[in-house]
C-alpha cells in the first residue's frame, strides 16, 4: 500500500479541483424539482464543468462509466446513470456524486438533494444521518488518529439511528489519480496500523440504508441498489489532514459546521 502524502503545491490544486466540484453541487441545487429527467441534470452539469468551470468531468468515460456526473435515486446506493427516461418526481431524494478533473488533480464531493415538498420523514432523517456521520467522522479527523476510527464513529452513530452502513463500497485517497490508497471503510474494520498523517488526503462517503446493508450490482454493471429496496443515502466530502486537524476541501456555502 502506498499513501502519497501531497505538498503544499499539489494540496493547491486539489484543492481548486475540489472547490469546483462543490460549485457544481451548489449551481444545480435550483434544477431539483419533480418533472426534470436525470438525464437534464446530467447535461446540465456537464455543460457547466466544461464550458463554465472548463474542467473535466472525471467519471465520464472513467472504466467506461457513460456519463458525467453519477445520479442515484432512492433506492440506488451508488453509481446511477442518468436516463431521459428517469424523470424525477414529488417525493423523490437524489444523490449526485460529482468528481472533477482540473489541472490534472481531482475534486470528489456529493450530496442529497430532496425533490418537491413530499419527502417522508424517514427518508429527511435517512439524509440527515448520512450527512451527520460524516461530520461526526470529520470532527475527529488529525495527525496520529488511527485509520479504522473513521468506520466505527460513522457505524456507531448510523447504527444508533436504526439505518445501515453499506459495506461494499468506500472512501479513497485521491490527487493526481482518482481513487489512492487508502481505502476508508464506514464501519469499524481492520486498517493495518495505518494512521492520519498531515498531507493526506482522501474521501469520506458513507453510503447508509434504510432497512439492511445488503446491496447488489445491476444488469449495466455500474448501478448499485439496495437488495430490499428500501431507500439510500449518501454524502462525500475531500479531506486534507493538516497538523492541526482537518480541513474540507469540498465544503458548500450553504454547510453550517457547527454540528
Known amino acids: 500500500m502506498k499513501i502519497l502524502i501531497k505538498n503544499s503545491e499539489e494540496i ?3 484543492h481548486k479541483s475540489c472547490k469546483l466540484a462543490a460549485e457544481v453541487l451548489e449551481m444545480i441545487e435550483t434544477y431539483i424539482k ?5 438525464e437534464e441534470i446530467n447535461i446540465i452539469c456537464h455543460n457547466y464543468i466544461t464550458k463554465i468551470q472548463k474542467a473535466i468531468p472525471a467519471t465520464l468515460g472513467y472504466n ?10 432512492n433506492d440506488i446506493v451508488c453509481h446511477g446513470i442518468s436516463s431521459k427516461n428517469d424523470i424525477l418526481k414529488n417525493g423523490d431524494i437524489i444523490n449526485i456524486d460529482v468528481t472533477i478533473l482540473y489541472n490534472n488533480y481531482y475534486g470528489d464531493t456529493s450530496k442529497m438533494f430532496f425533490v418537491g415538498n413530499k419527502i417522508s ?35 456507531k452513530y448510523v447504527e444508533s439511528k436504526n439505518f445501515s452502513v453499506v459495506k461494499n463500497y468506500c472512501g479513497h485517497g485521491i490527487g493526481k489519480n482518482f481513487h489512492e490508497d ?16 498531515s498531507g493526506m488526503i482522501f474521501t469520506i462517503e458513507p453510503m447508509i ?7 447488489y450490482l445491476t444488469n449495466d454493471k455500474w448501478t448499485v441498489k439496495t437488495q430490499d429496496k ?30
Do not use: M, W
Open 12 to 14: 493547491k490544486k486539489i
Open 34 to 38: 419533480p418533472g426534470i429527467s436525470t
Open 64 to 73: 467506461g462509466f457513460p456519463k458525467s456526473v453519477c445520479i442515484s435515486k
Open 121 to 155: 420523514l424517514k427518508s429527511k432523517l435517512l439524509c440527515l444521518t448520512a450527512q451527520k456521520s460524516l461530520y461526526k467522522a470529520i470532527n475527529i479527523l488529525k495527525p496520529g488518529l488511527r485509520l479504522y476510527k473513521i468506520g466505527q464513529i460513522i457505524q
Open 182 to 197: 487508502p481505502q476508508i471503510l464506514h464501519y469499524n474494520s481492520y486498517d493495518y496500523g495505518i494512521t492520519l498523517k
Open 209 to 215: 440504508n434504510i432497512g439492511n446493508h445488503n446491496v
Open 230 to 259: 428500501t431507500n439510500s443515502a449518501q454524502y462525500e466530502h475531500t479531506i486534507l489532514i493538516n497538523k492541526s486537524g482537518s480541513e474540507i476541501l469540498t465544503i458548500r456555502k450553504e454547510e453550517n459546521l457547527f454540528y
